[in-house]
């Protein structure tokens, strides 16, 4: 089995599409990262204040305009969120006493925690108990709170992250989609399958290398990027908190976060939650893209199809789901909607869906069905098929 695998693997080097997605994934990291620079650089605190005036002002004019009680409520918390917001900013440009100014958010927010209604997310309970956390573990720990606007290894490397989702299927399926289907095409497969070795063994040993490979790419060019841009622009302290795990409960048409669900793990042990988390969204990317190559008989038909499969069927359920909220559980079956490790962590995944009972185990589970179904099947597709033809 070891050697099947390293065969693959060294079969997969000597292809031209290896190139390709070297190719891909040097110029995203590079164009990411600078991209990634420029849009911390927009969110400065000035440019900050201007956008978020200007958003208090068309604010202002929708509450004119509607005469919906329920809504103009809804308009005027997010007026005082965004003014507290623009307060917030400007004391944070005069102070040089990080400690003091926590010590005096923590006031507003303990405050604000006690008045909420808990009838909207902005407005919730725990949505002020997740930055108090925060907050408290800071000052407990000594480790002064970043802002967005501040660049270092984990601000760039947070929104990079959240860049590559869009990319990582594309690069699952250059070297995945056609890893059988190419080999039926050119007719070596048969070669392949006359050997005194089991196709259990042969199809197992193609999902395993394509993998390895895809892993492997995507995981070192992360972490260069994460070492690099500490290198350029300084590394964050480990022990910095993450908030994960917030949980939901459905009211009305919204999702209002569970008080007391959240809880804080150090951003060291945050990463190797994510690192982990990454592997098996690759490996889900890599059992669809296999099975997709296992019922085509041509390189086009399984690289089509692996698009479809995951960018088009998206990008047509995404639109609809916005304009019809109640088919919006739709995404929580596509595999789109769980690439980003983070996103699963911190359980952003339950408010991307509008379904209450997610949470980062419930997408554990959904990606592990992937990885199961498809991997299956394909083995079973791949025992039965004609090869010798």
Known sequence: MKDLIKNEIIKMFYRKKILIGLAVILIFSVVGVWGTIAIIKATSPENEIKITQQKIANLKKERMKTKDPIKKQKIDEQILQSQAYIDNLKISMKSTDWKKDVKNQLDKLKKSMKEATDLSLLDSKEYYREQILEYEYCLKKSIKPYTLWQINNW?????????????????????????????????????????????????????????????????????????????LYGFIDLKYPITVGTRYRKHGLELIPIYGSTYIVPLGKFLIYALLLQLLIITACCALSFFISAISKSNSTANTLSFLMVYGIYFIVSPISQAVSKINFLKAILLYTYLNPLDILE???????????????????????YIVIFLSTSLKIFNKKDLLV
Not at 216 to 229: D, G
Not at 347 to 369: H, Q, R
């Open 155 to 231: 601000t760039v490397m947070n929104i990079f992250l959240g860049l590559i989702i869009f990319l990582l299927p594309f690069i699952v399926f250059i070297f995945a989609s056609d890893i059988v289907s190419n080999e039926i095409s050119q007719k070596t497969i048969s070669l392949l399958v006359t050997r005194p070795i089991s196709r259990f063994k042969i199809a197992l040993s193609k999902f395993i290398s394509a993998t390895i490979v895809c892993s492997a790419l995507v995981i070192i060019s992360e972490i260069l990027v994460f070492i690099i841009t500490g290198l």
């Open 347 to 369: 359980n952003n995944i339950a408010t991307n869906v509008m379904v209450s009972i997610m949470t980062p185990f419930v997408s554990i589970l959904i990606l592990f069905g």
